[in-house]
């Protein structure tokens, strides 16, 4: 067995998370590695170290505080939606009314406007006549014509 | 995760992330604070956080807020120094030689890393169970394990064989 395999399988070994058909064939390893012997104590130690860690108290009034906040929390959430909406709807209707008159102002301003006749009411003679013009088309003299 | 599950959630890991916050800031007035601050975050985030690895999520919020929160305390102090030289630090916590290096190193490591120590050490659980609570494979435990346990040898055991342990 290498060193470098020998040395993971020491770690799974101290966390006794090793197969037991494994163990042997590491002892074997370790029995005659001074370096991996070493590893194997640092690894003790180290262990040591970890699990003599003090076990803190967990304050009781803490999950109070978070779960009082978290309510909180949702609260001002609701609130916010309600705000949102209040503000929201009001700028709509708004905008609705809005072109909604437009629209109806915009009809009636084009409704009244009439840019030519719809029927042509007299000729372009009796027309022009009524300008106080005579057209020399009137009057037969002055065509020059012969009218049979 | 639900909203409705929070309350359940958070019975289950208020107890491991106000130790792990613990490790990381060595005070537990600071460590009260931002517990809080890590449960308020990932309340915020629920609807987004699958089951399965909420734990690992909660770990690396705790992780973050804990070094956000030291930034600015050095800040904080550093800017104002003779204001509050007087005024005892009832903050500081008691001195524990051995703890404290071992917090240091805890706190360097990734967190990744400090929580699969943190559930190996603290909580006893098996490679199997982390991986569980994590949701990750038993092989990504291991893996992890063994750069931890790396990390904390090169940091912890070259300071004890400096002071002849």
Redesign the interface.
């Known amino acids: 067995m290498r060193c470098r395999a020998a040395k993971?399988q020491i770690?799974?070994k101290l966390?006794r998370?090793l197969e037991p058909g494994r163990i042997r064939k590491l002892d074997q390893h370790l029995s005659s590695c001074p370096a991996c012997r070493a590893y194997l104590d640092?690894?003790l130690?180290?262990?040591k170290?970890?699990?003599?860690?003090?076990?803190?108290e967990?304050?009781a009034w803490?999950?109070h505080?978070?779960?009082e906040?978290?309510a909180r929390?949702?609260r001002q959430r609701k609130q916010y939606k309600i705000r949102w909406r209040l503000q929201t709807i009001p700028a709509l209707l708004v905008l609705i009314l809005m072109f909604t008159v437009g629209g109806l102002l915009g009809k009636a301003a084009f409704s009244s406007f009439v840019p030519f006749p719809e029927t042509p009411s007299a000729t372009p003679s009796q027309e022009l006549a009524s300008f106080g013009e005579v057209s020399l088309l009137d009057d037969p003299n002055l065509a020059g014509g012969v009218h049979e | 995760m639900k909203?409705e599950q929070?309350?359940a959630f958070?019975?289950a890991n208020?107890?491991r992330i106000?130790?792990y916050l613990?490790?990381l800031v060595a005070n537990?007035n600071d460590a009260?604070d931002i517990?809080?601050m890590v449960?308020?975050s990932f309340?915020?985030h629920i609807d987004r956080v699958e089951e399965a690895t909420a734990v690992a999520y909660l770990y690396r919020i705790a992780y973050n807020k804990s070094m956000t929160f030291l930034k600015q305390k050095n800040r904080y102090v550093s800017l104002d120094p003779h204001s509050f030289s007087r005024l005892p630090d009832r903050s500081a916590p008691e001195p524990e030689p051995?703890?404290s290096a071992?917090h240091q190193a805890l706190r360097e490591l990734p967190p990744k890393l400090a929580s699969v120590?943190h559930l190996?050490?603290?909580e006893k659980l098996?490679?199997k169970e982390i991986a569980k609570k994590l949701g990750i494979t038993v092989k990504a435990v291991?893996s992890l394990?063994?750069r931890a346990?790396k990390q904390?040898?090169k940091k912890?055991?070259r300071e004890?064989q400096g002071k002849g342990?």
């Open positions: 993971r770690e799974l966390d998370e640092e690894g130690k180290l262990q170290l970890l699990q003599a860690q003090p076990r803190a967990f304050p803490l999950h505080q978070i779960m906040k978290t929390h949702d | 909203k929070f309350e958070l019975k208020e107890k106000y130790h613990l490790t537990d009260n517990v809080q449960f308020i309340y915020e051995d703890h071992l120590i190996q050490y603290y098996s490679y291991e394990l063994v346990k904390l040898r912890l055991l004890m342990v």
